[in-house]
């Protein structure tokens, strides 16, 4: 079992990851092919070097542009030499995903649409190489998991494409809201951009957790040294792990909240199989979380139905007169309780079947996984005349990389 851990004291970049992992035993070609695939063979060369950081040994990762007239390249562009590349599903959706985390975060602290986002820096060719290869470094170890300490802030300016920009950067700070990562910060921490938009866009996506590990039974290290001049070693260490996943995570807290939740209930044997219908569907349609149906023996014999709604507190009152203005029910239960919910967020895959809505769910290990939309798969099964069973094998099999619609919610 293969567990990463990547301490990241001094600095959290995409060029210290890539050393660190060469450095760890990963071939150059688990690099070099990808890019090559990608279409960009004569655009690099990857100069490495052992050197040394404060009298700590490690490697360092450079990229040369070899372009001869290097493109400009924006969101779109990128897009479609990922999805013509020949690579595993899994790299393309590693890859995607670092550079759609960046994309949003410049959507964000720009105010413009996604489509409309010019990478400047994060299209050179040099933020390429490191993305890619990182990732491709990822998918040649295929760890269980990957935890990453928590990133240092920096502080300062930094000149950019975008004029000068206070330190931490706005992607940085957009990234670290969004995924909910800590940045360090204090006295102690070295002037100068120490965390970039790429290093941190690679973990919030390959991470499945932040912090340290419980335990430490290290089998190697690699070592990457930054090309900052700081006041102590400036080194990113990739340690291999080999303990229990269990041991792994401190606290599995930022993957499952608590949520307080209103149970509402009433008993009911006086109304129509329609008036109950009818009741449920006004109950969904004003905020219930959920609605289910159960059937009880109430007084003198007679047959009821039990029907139970889940409510957030602050929709409950509203709730209650959807109660009494769509049933005969001239009372109903109510009772606080808690439930722990997992991290999800909502969006869609090309599949074989065109557009389907998806819902990707973070377990407790930190794993993804995808859920087709039912309603989706209905509507597919009744349009093709295939089987329910046949739809949905066909779409998880066929689907492509997960585009997020919204941000994760608990």
């Not at 990608?38 to 690099?44: D, K, T, W």
């Not at 569907?281 to 029907?307: E, F, P, W, Y």
Request: proline share 5%; hydrophobic share 40%; aromatic share 8%.
């Amino acid at each position: 079992m293969k567990n990463l851990f990547i301490d990241c004291p001094t600095g959290l970049a995409g060029d210290m990851l890539l050393a660190a992992f060469l450095d760890l035993g990963v071939p150059k070609e688990v690099i070099d092919i990808p890019l090559s695939t990608m279409g960009l063979r004569q655009s690099y060369s990857i100069k490495v070097k052992e050197t040394k950081s404060y009298g700590l040994r490690g490697l360092r990762a450079v990229v040369e542009n070899t372009e001869l007239d290097s493109p400009f390249r924006c969101w779109k562009d990128i897009k479609e030499m990922i999805n013509q590349a020949s690579w595993s599903y899994s790299l393309k959706k590693r890859v995607y995903e670092v550079f759609n985390t960046l994309a949003e975060a410049e959507s964000k602290v720009h105010g413009h649409s996604i489509e409309e986002v010019h990478f400047h820096e994060l299209g050179a060719i040099d933020a390429l190489v490191d993305i890619v290869g990182v990732c491709s470094a990822v998918e040649h170890l295929s760890p269980e998991r990957i935890i990453c300490n928590f990133p240092p802030a920096g502080h300062g300016r930094v000149n950019t494409s975008h004029g000068l920009l206070p330190l931490p950067v706005p992607a940085v700070l957009e990234i670290a809201r969004k995924y909910q990562i800590s940045l360090v910060g204090g006295e102690d921490i070295s002037e100068g951009e120490l965390t970039t938009p790429t290093g941190i866009a690679l973990m919030a996506v390959l991470a499945n957790t932040f912090g340290k590990p419980s335990f430490w039974d290290v089998q190697s290290v690699g070592i990457g040294i930054g090309t900052r001049d700081l006041n102590c070693p400036n080194i990113l260490r990739i340690c291999d792990l080999n303990s229990p996943i269990s041991d792994q995570i401190s606290s599995s807290s930022e993957l499952i909240k608590p949520q307080e939740i209103i149970i509402q209930e009433a008993w009911i044997d006086d109304a129509t199989a329609e008036d109950l219908a009818f009741l449920v569907t006004s109950l969904r349609a004003k905020g219930a979380i959920d609605v289910a149906t159960s059937q009880v023996i109430m007084k003198k014999g007679r047959q009821g139905v039990n029907i139970s709604a889940l409510v957030r507190p602050e929709k409950a009152e509203r709730l209650r007169l959807a109660w009494y203005l769509n049933s005969t029910t001239l009372g109903v239960r109510e009772r606080s309780e808690q439930r722990w919910v997992l991290k999800r967020r909502n969006g869609f895959c090309i599949t074989s079947y065109g557009k389907v809505r998806f819902k990707q769910v973070q377990m407790p290990d930190g794993k993804l996984l995808l859920k087709p939309e039912h309603d989706d798969l209905v509507k597919i099964s009744s349009e093709t005349g295939n089987f329910l069973g046949e739809v949905r094998g066909e779409v998880i099999l066929s689907s492509k990389t997960f585009v997020p619609e919204e941000e994760w919610y608990w």
